[in-house]
């Protein structure tokens, strides 16, 4: 007989770009690897789907999703959106990544699965005034959506050489392990309150 157990693990949708997927680490120390390390350690059934591509954008995070979603064999129980780095990166204008991540929030939304947004915040070269617009898109989608807001996905990490590639801008594998320590309880808290 098949262990009807199995089935019964959540399943955490990570939605993101290179700092999700892993960029130059190995898979089991990638964020979504990581996160569901953890998890499984606090003796919670849980498995991550690495959905995180490098290089995404918002609009290329959004043109992929509903594929995602099908791809699945189960509909998630969460889903932790982290996309816009590259975006402001790339000096995007903030209203076109706004656009973005309101369409993916809907799309979530309309298919009944929670979501903890994961902030960005603006580099400080891109100047206080793309900072500004930017930096407000995710607390107010967060609260348009009911979503649950996660201010700075890489906090803790940005501008730490020791948690840091050689590029010094993607998370190591000891940066990885700060950004899941850090989002844990945030994340913890979502999955709990779907009881």
Do not use: C
């Not at 998890?39 to 919670?44: A, M, P």
């Not at 816009?84 to 979530?108: F, K, S, V, W, Y």
């Amino acid at each position: 007989m098949a262990h009807p157990a199995a089935a019964q693990d959540k399943l955490i949708l990570a939605l993101g770009d290179s700092l999700t997927a892993g960029y130059q680490l190995k898979p089991t120390e990638s964020f979504p690897a990581q996160l569901q390390t953890a998890l499984q350690k606090e003796g919670r059934k849980v498995r991550v789907h690495n959905a995180g591509v490098s290089g995404d954008t918002t609009a290329q995070g959004k043109a992929r999703l509903n594929w995602v979603l099908a791809s699945l064999k189960q509909k998630p129980d969460l889903a932790i959106v982290a996309l816009g780095a590259n975006d402001m990166l790339r000096g995007q204008p903030p209203a076109q990544a706004r656009a973005n991540l309101d369409a993916i929030l809907t799309e979530l939304d309309k298919r009944g699965i929670p979501v903890v947004l994961a902030g960005m915040l603006a580099a400080p070269n891109m100047g206080p005034a793309y900072a500004k617009e930017f930096n407000a898109i995710y607390p107010a989608l967060a609260k348009k959506h009911g979503a649950t807001l996660y201010p700075f996905y890489t906090q803790g990490v940005t501008a730490n050489p020791k948690l840091l590639l050689a590029d010094g801008m993607h998370p190591n594998a000891a940066g990885v392990g700060v950004m899941v320590k850090n989002i844990l309880p945030t994340v913890r808290k979502a999955l709990d309150s779907r009881k």
